[in-house]
């Protein structure tokens, strides 16, 4: 699901998560990368990353987000790349910071008890975690959150 080119460009996707701290005082989310990162080392960030292969794998009735078929002329790509831009945006949120936009059958947040979520969430305790192909197996019992 990567893009090169000439540049080397890949696509990526990038979250904004605002929180209302009070009248007037939002609040915006952002990282700070290792200082020994090989890209952009020290850097505050927001959440985001490039798309795995993986990311578009995800059985698009799994979705509840965003309409892919929407996004698709906003972001300039067809409805299944800009699906996988949008599960590699939740996933890399989950990855970097530990928040999970997503949402179980019948609307509720996911059960952090559900083996696939359990998971998920302890190998993000191993240094240099990557769920990549392991995020479409364990998103069959949840969907995203809009």
């Not at 019948?106 to 059960?111: I, L, N, S, T, Y």
């Amino acid at each position: 699901m990567s893009e090169g080119g000439a540049s080397g460009a890949r696509l990526a996707a990038t979250v904004l998560l605002f929180r209302d701290a009070g009248p007037g005082d939002p609040e915006v989310l952002l990282l700070r990368r290792h200082a020994r990162s090989g890209f952009a080392a020290s850097a505050w960030v927001f959440p985001g990353g490039a798309v795995d292969a993986a990311d578009g794998r995800l059985d698009p009735a799994r979705w509840s987000g965003a309409d892919p078929g929407a996004l698709a002329p906003v972001l300039g790509h067809d409805p299944a790349t800009a699906l996988a831009l949008c599960v590699a945006a939740v996933r890399e949120t989950f990855e970097e910071a530990g928040l999970l936009l997503a949402r179980g059958p019948g609307g509720a947040p996911p059960d952090l008890r559900d083996p696939a979520v359990a998971g998920l969430r302890a190998a993000l305790a191993v240094p240099g975690a990557d769920l990549g192909g392991r995020w479409p197996r364990a998103a069959s019992s949840w969907t995203s959150r809009p």
